[in-house]
């Protein structure tokens, strides 16, 4: 059984430029949450997706914007990249509001901006 | 607003001691709360999970537990061994949220 997935593993990119972290949920799952993890902090709530709608966001600029397919993976974009947003991206999956069993997570995409 | 702490930062043991991690959170209005651990560099494996209307939870050598009314969480790990080192981190989700919020992490460490 197939846990959460996502890709890339490691990303460089350039200020300013734009980039794209891919997820797919734990098989049966049907939301998927994204959070931002800097080094040495616990994991900050970006926005979680369900029925291809953002459900909730966390305190992240409209730099930050998602997606959510048919087959219930989902897409991060991150627009004019700053240095600050060098960090570990991490993927969450649940089934309905995750109410019941918690959120899976992967490994995650370690995004560094120079 | 949530906020979650978790102290100690780090923790170094010898292998076979018994140890306890602390959490707490300021607002007891939560539905659950999970714990997780996380290798460097990776993401983050679930451990338990606690449900606002239990007092605990057990998995093999780890034991959870859970006061609302005091906001604190407790992780005890039994027998540790070099395997368990790594972060733990506990995380909060309140009624009708979605979101969940977390502390910093203990970064423990077995020593043979």
């Known amino acids: 059984d197939a846990g959460v997935t996502q890709s890339p593993t490691h990303l460089i990119k350039t200020r300013g430029q734009q980039v794209t972290l891919r997820c797919s949920p734990k098989s049966g799952h049907d939301t998927v949450s994204w959070y931002q993890q800097a080094l040495g902090q616990g994991p900050q709530f970006i926005f979680q997706?369900?029925?291809?709608?953002?459900?909730q966001r966390g305190n992240f600029p409209d730099r930050f914007s998602g997606h959510q397919f048919p087959n219930y993976s989902s897409e991060l974009n991150v627009n004019a990249l700053l240095l600050g947003d060098s960090a570990l991206y991490l993927c969450?999956?649940?089934?309905?509001?995750?109410?019941?069993?918690?959120?899976?997570f992967g490994s995650g995409t370690r995004l560094t901006v120079v | 607003k949530q906020e979650v702490t978790q102290i100690p930062a780090a923790l170094s043991v010898p292998e076979g001691e018994n140890l306890v991690l602390n959490c707490s959170f300021t607002d007891s209005a939560i539905y659950n709360l999970q714990w997780f651990r996380q290798d460097p560099g990776k993401g983050l494996t679930s451990l338990l999970l606690?449900?606002?209307?239990?007092r605990e939870q057990t998995s093999g050598r780890l034991n959870a537990s859970l006061d609302k009314s005091s906001g604190r969480s407790t992780l005890y790990i039994a027998a540790s061994q070099p395997g368990d080192s790594a972060t733990y981190l506990c995380a909060v989700r309140g009624w009708g949220a979605q979101k969940l919020v977390f502390g910093q992490g203990t970064r423990l460490t077995i020593n043979p």
């Open positions: 606690i449900q606002s209307s239990q």
């Open positions: 969450a999956s649940s089934l309905g509001t995750g109410m019941a069993y918690g959120y899976t």
């Open positions: 997706y369900y029925e291809e709608e953002e459900r």
